[in-house]
Each structure stands twice: as C-alpha cells, then as structure tokens.
T-cell receptor, first 115, second 114 residues
Framework: KQEVTQIPAALSVPEGENLVLNCSFT??????LQWFRQDPGKGLTSLLL?????REQTSGRLNASLDKSSGRSTLYIAASQPGDSATYLC??????????????FGQGTILTVHP | EAQVTQNPRYLITVTGKKLTVTCSQN?????MSWYRQDPGLGLRQIYY???????DKGDVPEGYKVSRKEKRNFPLILESPSPNQTSLYFC?????????????FGSGTRLTVV
C-alpha cells in the first residue's frame, strides 16, 4: 500500500528565503506526482505535475524534482513571499491497473512566510 | 474558465437528514472522484467514476452513495448523515483515470453533522 510522507510538517521562514519541501513515497511504481497548494478554507490548486518519466518541472519560482527510484520529490520555492503562505500537498498516482485514478496524499507542509 | 464546481460550500445539518453535495465540471473529463479531508488523516478517496454509469468504491465509502448519469455531474449523497461524516469534502476530475494531465479539484464543501 502506497504511503506518502511530507517533511517538515510546518515551516516558518522570513520573506526572500529559498526553501525546499520534501515528499517521499514508499512504492516507486508511480504514474505521476502532483504538488498542490491549499489555502485556508479553499480548495486545492495544482502547482506542478511530474510524470514518472520526468526528472523535474518548473513554473515561475517553483521547481519540483522527482527521483522515482529513491521514492522522493522536492518542491523548491525561490525568493519566498508572504503570499506563498499555505499548506503544500504532495500526491502520488500509482502505476498499474488497480489504483483506478486514486491519488495518495501526504499530510502536507504548512508554510508561513513572514515579512 | 475550466473548473470543478461544488455546492454548497458550507452545510450544517442534523443526524439522519439526507443531503446531496453537487459536483459539476466543464472540462469534458471522463474521470471524477470524491475525497474527504480530516485532521491527522489527510485526504482519502470516497468514491470514483471512470465514466458515465461507471462508479466504484474508494477507501472510505461507508455511508455514502454516488451517481454518474451525465459526464459533467457527480453528486455525493449522504442518505443518513452521522457526526463522523463531519469533514471537508472535495470533488476532483481528470481527463482520464491515468491522470495524464493531472487532477482538478473543486473548492471544497465543509459539512458539519450535529
């Protein structure tokens, strides 16, 4: 059974810092991995999608990497801003025919960027 | 705008009173799914639908029903809600079950059962 772990559980940084959020998964047979952002009282916003054949994806100040063999992904946020404060969730879509589209989520990292 | 729309956003109800949470997507997605999010447990899949008239249970289906009569709609039905169904619910859709282009989530429905 796939399990996804995110470290750290919470992170507080001053504005302008570069930071890394970590995601690990127990079964390396994944189809893809998606990073989401969740703001309080709001839904999940997709940030980056990495297919199993890819090593990284970039969008603006965000860069996500994937090392499937070691079961790890990192989300790098450059020059953090107070508006980046949110909960960041990592979700894995397993390969194989029995997952039927299910995403397995980590518990999330609560990020606070203070001015 | 491509989106998944859930209604209502907030709902307080009493134990045993049947309710339906609606979900609609405008992206012609084949695959739709419901998740619930609880503190300490994260997001867990309730039900999913591969296509019209094709639905199946996820990890926590007890106490819920779904239907998929049209491609765009996937309502979640609680026939006799109980307090342990108090949670934040999310509907999601994808072009296919493979999630090749990722998943789009709705804004969530916060349900409280008293």
């Amino acid at each position: 059974k796939q399990e996804v772990t995110q470290i750290p559980a919470a992170l507080s940084v001053p504005e302008g810092e570069n930071l890394v959020l970590n995601c690990s998964f127990t079964d390396s047979a994944i189809y893809n991995l998606q990073w989401f952002r969740q703001d309080p009282g709001k839904g999940l916003t997709s940030l980056l999608l990495i297919q199993s054949s890819q090593r990284e994806q970039t969008s603006g100040r965000l860069n996500a990497s994937l090392d499937k063999s070691s079961g790890r992904s990192t989300l790098y946020i450059a020059a953090s801003q107070p508006g980046d404060s949110a909960t960041y969730l990592c979700a894995v879509k397993d390969a194989g025919g029995t997952s039927y589209g299910k995403l397995t989520f980590g518990q999330g990292t609560i990020l606070t960027v203070h001015p | 705008e491509a989106q998944v729309t859930q209604n209502p956003r907030y709902l307080i109800t009493v134990t045993g009173k049947k309710l339906t949470v609606t979900c609609s997507q405008n992206m012609n997605h084949e695959y739709m799914s419901w998740y619930r999010q609880d503190p300490g447990l994260g997001l867990r899949q309730i039900y999913y639908s591969m296509n019209v008239e094709v639905t199946d249970k996820g990890d926590v289906p007890e106490g819920y029903k779904v239907s998929r009569k049209e491609k765009r709609n996937f309502p979640l039905i609680l026939e006799s809600p109980s307090p342990n169904q108090t949670s934040l619910y999310f509907c999601a859709s994808s072009l296919s079950a493979g999630g090749d282009y990722g998943y789009t989530f709705g804004s969530g429905t916060r349900l409280t059962v008293v």
